[in-house]
T-cell receptor, first 113, second 109 residues
Framework: GAVVSQHPSRVICKSGTSVKIECRSL??????MFWYRQFPKQSLMLMAT?????????EQGVEKDKFLINHASLTLSTLTVTSAHPEDSSFYIC?????????FGSGTRLTVV | TQLLEQSPQFLSIQEGENLTVYCNSS?????LQWYRQEPGEGPVLLVT?????EVKKLKRLTFQFGDARKDSSLHITAAQPGDTGLYLC?????????FGTGTRLQVFP
């Protein structure tokens, strides 16, 4: 089945720095990628939808200048958390829709210290 | 935006007990999916229900879709420690998958 590879799985960064999270579709072309955020003991909240070759669509309340999304190719979408703060610490997961339904990456645990 | 409320939020039970998790919406679902997520991983699809009144079984798991397609339930028979995880219902909103509030299940041996 379709595989989505997310990297890194864990990252610790200092407050004020930026972190890039990559999501790759390994055996199919992903024109659309969804980015979710999950705080401890909570559900997944959709942050934005990235579309290959065009601007991402952000959900209400998500700062587009803070969470930069780039989807420059059909196999790679990236989420950059800029000027990270401790409150950005969370589990970030990407997902894409394939012929078999939604496929999720394994997630990135971001800790901002 | 469609809101999906799950209940209970947390459930802690002994191995062998039965349990039911509920998912309710303020509006009609076009279709509904149930996922299970383990810590540090992405959610894994359990089932998709589409038709009102539909019942699907997956081993010890029984999924029911309400007649009006505004609610769904997940029943687990004889729960096992391996059932421990976060159970999420999710609804399609155009192409976007919107998740419910989640039910965290802990099954003790």
């Amino acid at each position: 089945g379709a595989v989505v590879s997310q990297h890194p799985s864990r990252v610790i960064c200092k407050s004020g720095t930026s972190v890039k999270i990559e999501c790759r579709s390994l055996d199919f072309q992903a024109t659309t990628m969804f980015w979710y955020r999950q705080f401890p003991k909570q559900s997944l909240m959709l942050m934005a939808t990235s579309n290959e070759g065009s601007k991402a669509t952000y959900e209400q309340g998500v700062e587009k200048d803070k969470f930069l999304i780039n989807h420059a190719s059909l196999t790679l979408s990236t989420l950059t958390v800029t000027s990270a703060h401790p409150e950005d610490s969370s589990f970030y997961i990407c997902s894409t829709l394939t012929g078999n339904g939604y496929t999720f990456g394994s997630g990135t645990r971001l800790t901002v210290v | 935006t469609q809101l999906l409320e799950q209940s209970p939020q947390f459930l802690s039970i002994q191995e062998g007990e039965n349990l039911t998790v509920y998912c309710n919406s303020s509006s009609v679902f076009s279709s509904l999916q149930w996922y299970r997520q383990e810590p540090g991983e992405g959610p894994v699809l359990l089932v998709t229900v589409v038709t009102g009144g539909e019942v699907k079984k997956l081993k010890r798991l029984t999924f029911q879709f309400g007649d009006a397609r505004k609610d769904s339930s997940l029943h687990i028979t004889a729960a096992q420690p391996g059932d421990t995880g976060l159970y999420l219902c999710a609804s399609l909103n155009t192409d976007k998958l919107i998740f419910g509030t989640g039910t965290r299940l802990q099954v003790f041996p």
